[in-house]
Nanobody
């Protein structure tokens, strides 16, 4: 069983920075990709950033140039560095691990989420 635990959220003023961490209970090397998603009240969960097992990254357009996803395989941890934060970035941020098994097909694991609040 895989457990993902997010941390690093909090309250920050617009223009400030936060770094989120996602610690996995086991090696993250076995996953096809790790990612960050977010969900604001009344809105759908949206992709923030993804990093593949090979290290390639992809970002939602609104995050490009402001957010950076990275991984530390030795620590089994994925990070999201968030700079130039805006009030519209306020949301619960979730860590995701994606993989595929021959028995169950595609599998997604989720953390419990961490709240990020950006004040004006």
């Amino acid at each position: 069983q895989v457990q993902l635990v997010e941390s690093g959220g909090g309250l920050v003023q617009a223009g400030g920075s936060l770094r989120l961490s996602c610690a996995a209970s086991g090696s993250i090397l076995g996953f096809t990709a790790m990612g960050w998603y977010r969900q604001a009240p009344g809105k759908q969960r949206e992709l923030v950033a993804v990093i593949s097992s090979g290290g390639s990254t992809n970002y939602a357009d609104s995050m490009k140039g402001r957010f950076t996803i990275s991984r530390d395989n030795a620590e089994n941890t994925v990070y999201l560095q968030m700079d130039s934060l805006k009030p519209e970035d306020t949301a619960v941020y979730y860590c995701n691990a994606h993989t595929y098994t021959s028995l169950w097909g595609a599998l997604d694991y989720w953390g419990q989420g961490t709240q990020v609040t950006v004040s004006s």
